[in-house]
T-cell receptor, first 118, second 113 residues
Framework: AQKVTQAQTEISVVEKEDVTLDCVYETRDTTYYLFWYKQPPSGELVFLIRRNSFDEQNEISGRYSWNFQKSTSSFNFTITASQVVDSAVYFCALSEVSANQAGTALIFGKGTTLSVSS | AAGVIQSPRHLIKEKRETATLKCYPIPRHDTVYWYQQGPGQDPQFLISFYEKMQSDKGSIPDRFSAQQFSDYHSELNMSSLELGDSALYFC????????????FGPGTRLTVT
């Protein structure tokens, strides 16, 4: 069965601190996709990144970076120099590859609530 | 860029009433997904459609039904509403297998009293 675990329920940091959000996944598939979504207090779900299981290159986008390690089944997310606007719930998610052209359901972790204070 | 549109944004219903939620995917996207997010919970997959056919089914109650129309918009019909159906309902769309990236609408907040 597929499963996503975000062990950190809540994290509080002060502005300008770096913070890493952990994500561990379980799947028997050899091909799969991993995602991070941000849900600010306004409630919408904002897509941040997608990674496929064959691409273990780390990615950096501005203050955001992601570290994907298949050996430990982890896909961690780091925010550098955090800002108050980063305060949100962050979800890690997993999807498998379907046999047809359709996309497949996202399996979400429980989310990590990040609070950044000034 | 065009995003996923959901209507209504807020809906208040009483127990045992029915509700219909609408979703308009990003243009050219061929797959629509519905998710339910209870308070303080992660989104749970309900159902998806690819090219107007049901593609996958998750934890959707029998009281709920959904379909995708010829213009690719989708509707989630909910009957015999219960207090526990109060949640944020998200629609997402994707370009099928090509990207697997699901883009979410702003959600419909359903409150059942």
């Amino acid at each position: 069965a597929q499963k996503v675990t975000q062990a950190q329920t809540e994290i509080s940091v002060v502005e300008k601190e770096d913070v890493t959000l952990d994500c561990v996944y379980e799947t028997r598939d050899t091909t799969y996709y991993l995602f991070w979504y941000k849900q600010p207090p306004s409630g919408e779900l904002v897509f941040l990144i997608r990674r496929n299981s064959f691409d273990e290159q780390n990615e950096i986008s501005g203050r955001y970076s992601w570290n994907f390690q298949k050996s430990t089944s982890s896909f961690n997310f780091t925010i550098t120099a955090s800002q108050v606007v980063d305060s949100a719930v962050y979800f890690c998610a997993l999807s498998e590859v379907s046999a047809n052209q359709a996309g497949t359901a996202l399996i979400f972790g429980k989310g990590t609530t990040l609070s950044v204070s000034s | 860029a065009a995003g996923v549109i959901q209507s209504p944004r807020h809906l208040i219903k009483e127990k045992r009433e029915t509700a219909t939620l609408k979703c308009y995917p990003i243009p050219r996207h061929d797959t629509v997904y519905w998710y339910q997010q209870g308070p303080g919970q992660d989104p749970q997959f309900l159902i998806s459609f690819y090219e107007k056919m049901q593609s996958d089914k998750g934890s959707i109650p029998d009281r709920f039904s959904a379909q995708q129309f010829s213009d690719y918009h989708s509707e989630l019909n909910m009957s015999s509403l219960e207090l526990g159906d109060s949640a944020l309902y998200f629609c997402a769309s994707s370009l099928g297998q090509l990207t697997y990236e699901q883009y979410f609408g702003p959600g419909t907040r359903l409150t059942v009293t």
